[in-house]
């Protein structure tokens, strides 16, 4: 098992332009989340979903967009890059659809940086 | 609105000590407290997990104690070892669907 994988590690953007985050797992996990880690902040909750075509919004969705067409695959897009947006993106898993009651699984995360 | 209040921000502790990480929390719907380690460049990793049906759950040197009335939960560190040194989070989740984080504590041990 590979668990959570995300691609790509590192990428630098200019103001403006879009991208996808890509986050996959093989565990079979219903439940599938994006943060991002900033100094001072800890994992801010951006996105979630409960299961495949069922998305909802975390603590700060603004600027980014998700879908779930898959189980496995649960991608993070965002639409328009702003330097507000530099940070390390984490996307995680768990099993179950009340899934934040179980262990979350994360991949080793998307350092992104917009200039 | 910070729903979950990590602290302290860090912490420096010798060898051998006691590090205590302590949280607290807003909303009573949460019934899942679990304990996040992440050493530098990898994701989180879980920890422990606490149940709000008991007050205190060890597993090895790593010990939560809750308290279910005051809404704070934390986390002791026995024989803290340098490979303890990380940042710990503590979460809040369950029947919200959504896993909410603290701000996180730097844990250094010195040797």
């Known amino acids: 098992n590979a668990g959570v994988t995300q691609t790509p590690k590192f990428q630098v953007l200019k103001t403006g332009q879009s991208m996808t985050l890509q986050c996959a797992q093989d565990m079979n996990h219903e439940y599938m989340s994006w943060y991002r880690q900033d100094p001072g902040m800890g994992l801010r909750l951006i996105h979630y979903s409960v299961g495949a075509g069922i998305t909802d919004q975390g603590e700060v969705p603004n600027g980014y967009n998700v879908s779930r067409s898959t189980t496995e695959d649960f991608p993070l897009r965002l639409l328009s890059a702003a330097p507000s947006q530099t940070s390390v993106y984490f996307c995680a898993s768990s099993y179950s659809q009340t899934g934040t009651g179980t262990e979350a699984f994360f991949g080793q995360g998307t350092r992104l940086t917009v200039v | ?111």
Not at chain 2, 80 to 109: E, H, M, R, W
């Open chain 2, 1 to 111: 609105q910070q729903q979950v209040k990590q602290s302290p921000q860090s912490l420096i502790v010798q060898k051998g000590g006691i590090s205590i990480i302590n949280c607290a929390y807003e909303n009573t719907a949460f019934d899942y407290f679990p304990w996040y380690q992440q050493f530098p460049g990898k994701g989180p990793a879980l920890l422990i997990a606490i149940r709000p049906d008991v007050s205190e759950k060890k597993e090895g040197r790593f010990t939560i104690s809750f308290n279910k009335s005051a809404k704070q939960f934390s986390l002791h560190i026995m024989d803290s070892q340098p490979g303890d040194s990380a940042t710990y989070f503590c979460a809040v989740g369950g029947a919200t669907n959504k896993l909410i984080f603290g701000t996180g504590t730097l844990l250094a041990v010195q040797p």
